[in-house]
């Protein structure tokens, strides 16, 4: 939109258009940043997954999940931050008190052994967990599926609790 019959003071006229040029600009700088910082924002801890068939996605919220994290180094987190073997089951007992509604889930490195992974169940399931998630990458079918944040997805395996002994 232009106005038109309006001379300035040394006979310029007012224009009034839009310029695009600088909105153009901020938004492909916007997108740019985006895209570099998108990547960053995965998820919990690096983890070399095992495979798995028939993978089945978990439903929880985010706040509903507690996850122990096996490293291939050896090393053992409890959500983000790093817990001793020892003080694990005293710190699922003390969350699950705090909030009988979590659900455990199980992120191992596939080098990790399995007696580590049983350890770790049988300490959630002193602790008051009826069952736990076993995070595993789905080996893709030959039609491509979907996957998760992160290129991972859920085993829906749960690990029942045992009865009366």
Known sequence: ME?????????QSLNSEINVTPLVDVMLVVLIIFMVVTPMLQVG?????PQARNVEETPAGPGQILTVVLQGSGQMLLGTDPIERTDLSGAL???HRADPRLQLQVKADRSTP????KRVLQAGREAGFHGAALIAREIEPAGGGKMLPGGAKRLAEAVPARQGG
């Open 114 to 117: 399995y007696g580590e992974i």
């Open 3 to 11: 106005a038109r019959g309006y001379d300035g003071p040394a006979g």
């Open 93 to 95: 007992r003390m969350r």
């Open 45 to 49: 801890v690096a983890v070399d997954l």
